[in-house]
């Protein structure tokens, strides 16, 4: 049986606990027992020592016999004794002492009172002397011993003593079993979760508790389930990312190794073909180049080591920028840009060059999937926050692909890309943008008509607070 | 929770049990009538908390639900 330290523990308090109580109860009970037995048997010495004294009142002469017979039927022992301390009577046939008697308890009955107390003799055996005076015309004459022993009491008390040992160890057995189950129960979850932990540990992430708990344990259980499955996809999406990277490394690298080959074996027939291969491995050397730098940003911001310099934003400045840049390239195309900026739009906070690269990269993917016709950037305020939306009439994004778009390398028809050359991570890059600054991306595209994305950032509260006061 | 662990714990019980039933008995004539009784009382007075505690956790459980 595998003991569980936290299960012992546990089991350990409780009986503690228990034993505490117990214990405390014990002594309780037993004091309870000792001092109803004494009070029983003081009552009955009492009652019967005042017979005693009334009998011995009224006649000196018969009284003393009658005493003795009486004292024998009731098992106890009588001594009569006068003043100073002289047996007058007893009830007993030995002619023993009474080291019982001593003047101090006589004078205090002598003076009208009476006494009682416990004797033990040199055997261990203990009694209970009651002493009362025997009052004649107002006067103390002469006083009566009462002694009864304790024998039976003590017996009765020993023998619930024991009884109650007895069944003190029946309770702490009751409670031992039940508090075993109990720390069994407690302590399972904690050892299924250290066994599954340990699993994990060891590389198994498919591995899942099953807690159906809704205490503190099964929310601990439940977070180690959001661990473990937030590791197996960081585990996948690595081993993807990898994947990806050496396959997009090795396509440009093949076009390099190839188109160099032919060069330096001198297979080019012409010049102008010569030209032609040094054009393609000048651009592929581009791409590589982007290509780098793309991931070499992707993976700063994954790790949330992108620094931002966060100020007061003027989007139209920021848009009127970034189009002088696209504007040649358009040009070539001969795609129209068009800009529509409203009045009053709400200052945003943001980076300024990291608002450029989104929309960069948002202007270059509508140029170069646009083939005839125009492209919108539109900016407005709606609600109370900044929205920004990119349209062109290009050829479009399938609705079944809308949702892939911004992962990493994600592209539409590997064939696609080859014409245009992209990588795929523009996208991606701009969805991290847009979420390190707080805003929102959403695409809307239709096949052959165009694509529109769209941005919403949510104007800062305190630039919100400060323009409503000014 | 293993059948084995809940045999350990029932004996421990039914031992607790049958300790506190002769103590309780000690005064009576000793017959098995008489022992089984008040064993069984005894072990009413355990299961019923037990039982009332369950029920109120199932009552819980499922109004939680
Ligand atoms: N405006 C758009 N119109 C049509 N398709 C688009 C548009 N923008 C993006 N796409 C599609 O989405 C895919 C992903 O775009 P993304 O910008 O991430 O990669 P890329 O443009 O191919 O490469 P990179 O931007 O890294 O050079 C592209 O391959 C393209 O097919
Ligand atoms: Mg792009």
Redesign the interface.
């Known amino acids: 049986?595998r003991i569980s330290r936290i299960g012992l523990k546990l089991a350990a308090a409780f009986m503690i606990l228990f034993i505490i109580l117990l214990m405390t109860l014990g002594m309780a009970i037993d004091q309870l027992f000792s001092h109803f037995y004494y009070a029983q048997m003081k009552e009955d010495s009492q009652e019967l020592a005042s017979h005693f004294v009334s009998m011995a009142k009224n006649k000196e002469a018969t009284s003393t016999t009658m005493i003795q017979n009486f004292a024998e039927f009731s098992s106890v022992k009588i001594v009569w004794v006068t003043e100073n301390g002289q047996v007058i009577s007893r009830s007993d046939k030995s002619k023993g002492q009474h080291p019982f008697i001593n003047q101090k308890d006589l004078n205090h009955m002598f003076s009208g009172q009476s006494i009682d107390f416990i004797y033990k003799d040199t055997s261990g055996h203990r009694y209970y002397v009651l002493g009362k005076p025997v009052v004649k015309n107002q006067k103390s004459q002469s006083a009566l011993y009462i002694v009864s022993s304790m024998n039976k009491i003590d017996d009765s008390i020993r023998?619930v003593r024991k009884?109650?040992l007895?069944?003190a160890?029946?309770?702490?057995?009751?409670?031992?079993?039940?508090t075993?189950?109990m720390s069994?129960?407690l302590s399972?979850p904690l050892l299924k979760m250290q066994k599954v932990t340990d699993r994990m540990a060891k590389g198994d992430w498919n591995a899942r508790l099953n807690i159906r708990q809704?205490d503190e344990m099964g929310m601990l259980g439940q977070s180690i389930n959001n661990l473990a499955q937030s590791l197996q996809r960081y585990r996948d999406t690595r081993q993807e990312f990898f994947a990806n990277i050496s396959h997009e490394l090795r396509t440009p690298i093949t076009y390099l190794e190839g188109y160099s080959q032919v060069l330096t074996d001198n297979l080019v027939e012409n010049e102008s073909e010569k030209k032609k291969y040094l054009t393609i491995i000048h651009q592929e050397a581009i791409r590589l180049q982007k290509l780098v730098d793309d991931l070499f940003e992707l993976s700063k911001m994954e790790e949330g080591k992108t620094e931002l310099t966060i100020e007061r934003l003027d989007m139209k400045d920021i848009i009127l920028n970034t189009l002088s840049k696209v504007k040649l390239k358009a040009e070539q195309k001969k795609i129209n840009l068009k800009t529509e900026i409203h009045q009053d739009i709400p200052f945003i906070l943001g980076d300024s060059y990291r608002m450029e690269q989104i929309l960069l990269n948002l202007l270059e993917n509508a140029i170069k999937y646009t083939d005839q016709g125009e492209i919108i950037v539109q900016l407005v305020s709606e609600n109370s926050s900044l929205v920004l939306s990119v349209s062109d009439t290009g050829q479009g994004i399938p609705e079944e692909e809308l949702p892939y778009i911004f992962d990493r390398f994600y592209r539409i028809e590997k064939s696609r890309s080859r014409d245009y050359g992209g990588t795929g991570l523009g996208l991606s890059i701009v969805k991290k943008l847009v979420d390190l600054q707080g805003g929102s991306i959403h695409v809307e595209s239709k096949l052959d008509v165009g694509t529109t994305f769209t941005l919403t950032f949510p104007q800062h509260e305190e630039l919100e607070s400060l323009e409503s006061s000014s | 929770m293993k059948i084995r662990h809940f045999l350990v714990a029932s004996l421990l019980i039914g031992m607790g049990l049958t300790c506190m039933t002769y103590s309780a008995n000690s005064f009576e004539r000793e017959t098995i009538m008489t022992f089984g009784k008040t064993f069984f009382q005894i072990g009413m007075m355990v299961i019923c908390p037990v039982v009332l505690l369950i029920c109120l956790y199932l009552m819980f459980y499922y109004k939680n639900k």
């Open positions: 049986m023998t009884l109650l007895l069944s160890l029946g309770a702490f057995l009751v409670a031992l079993g039940m075993f189950i069994k129960v399972h809704k």
